[in-house]
């Protein structure tokens, strides 16, 4: 059973209605207890980073996304979920929920040149550059185009957790994969096709 982690941060809608596209039973819930028996978890977010960690700690899903993580069970973050998984975000210097070590930082940090040549946030469709294996990159079509919406970028400290990334002025990490965490900074359930087939993977494999 497929759980979606419901902390008032996350795009739910349009994630409950790819998984029902895609036949996929699911439990939604504001309850940690109420997915404790889920076998794999999808963590959506949008917004902003503090409000999404002050959420998580009062609904007590803070520790339990760590805990079933630590357990083995695989999780799927999206836009703001894969962002807050890491340890710290400079989006009001928040601490997040440090399951993989690294930082996310504005795109203008990165690189001060980009305030002339690109607007920030990010948004629209961009394809990727895959580098190496991942489970929930299977199948996916050629030449394919996702969504994006950010204004922080994914700084993993080790650059092989990157999986795919996409080019807005810098190489944005596009794709995680850390053992059993995934995670996506683009909204596979708003990406057409392409997408659903990244979520069928991951709620199949």
Same mark, same amino acid.
């Given at each position: 059973?497929?759980?979606?982690?419901? &902390?008032?941060?996350?795009?739910?809608?349009?994630?409950?209605?790819?998984?029902?596209?895609? %036949?996929?039973?699911?439990?939604?819930?504001?309850?940690?207890?109420?997915?404790?028996?889920?076998?794999?978890? =999808?963590?959506?977010?949008?917004?902003?980073?503090?409000?999404?960690?002050?959420?998580?700690?009062?609904?007590?899903?803070?520790?339990?996304?760590?805990?079933?993580?630590? %357990?083995?069970?695989?999780?799927?973050?999206?836009?703001?979920?894969?962002?807050? +998984?890491?340890?710290?975000?400079?989006?009001?210097?928040?601490?997040?929920?440090?399951?993989?070590?690294?930082? =996310?930082?504005?795109?203008?940090?990165?690189? $001060?040149?980009?305030? *002339?040549?690109?607007?920030?946030?990010?948004?629209?469709? *961009? *394809?990727?550059?895959?580098?190496?294996?991942?489970?929930?990159?299977?199948?996916?079509?050629?030449?394919?185009? &996702? &969504?994006?919406?950010?204004? &922080?970028?994914?700084? $993993?400290?080790?650059?092989?957790? +990157?999986?795919?990334?996409?080019?807005?002025? =810098?190489?944005?990490?596009?794709?995680?994969?850390?053992? *059993? +965490?995934?995670?996506?900074?683009?909204?596979?359930?708003?990406?057409?096709?392409?997408?659903?087939?990244?979520?069928?993977?991951?709620?199949?494999?």
């Amino acid at each position: 059973m497929i759980g979606i982690i419901d &902390y008032n941060a996350g795009n739910i809608t349009s994630v409950e209605r790819a998984l029902k596209h895609l %036949n996929i039973d699911f439990i939604l819930s504001k309850n940690p207890q109420e997915l404790e028996n889920c076998d794999k978890l =999808i963590f959506p977010g949008v917004g902003d980073a503090a409000y999404a960690m002050q959420e998580l700690k009062k609904s007590g899903f803070e520790s339990f996304i760590k805990d079933k993580v630590a %357990n083995g069970t695989p999780l799927l973050g999206i836009c703001l979920g894969s962002q807050i +998984i890491f340890e710290l975000s400079e989006e009001g210097n928040t601490p997040c929920l440090g399951l993989i070590p690294g930082q =996310i930082k504005h795109f203008y940090t990165i690189d $001060p040149s980009l305030k *002339n040549k690109l607007k920030v946030p990010h948004m629209g469709w *961009n *394809n990727l550059e895959f580098q190496g294996d991942c489970p929930i990159l299977k199948d996916l079509p050629a030449n394919a185009d &996702y &969504y994006f919406v950010h204004s &922080y970028v994914i700084c $993993p400290d080790d650059s092989k957790v +990157i999986k795919a990334r996409a080019d807005y002025g =810098i190489k944005v990490p596009a794709v995680i994969q850390s053992g *059993n +965490i995934f995670a996506c900074q683009f909204h596979p359930e708003k990406s057409g096709q392409a997408g659903l087939q990244i979520l069928k993977n991951f709620c199949l494999m």
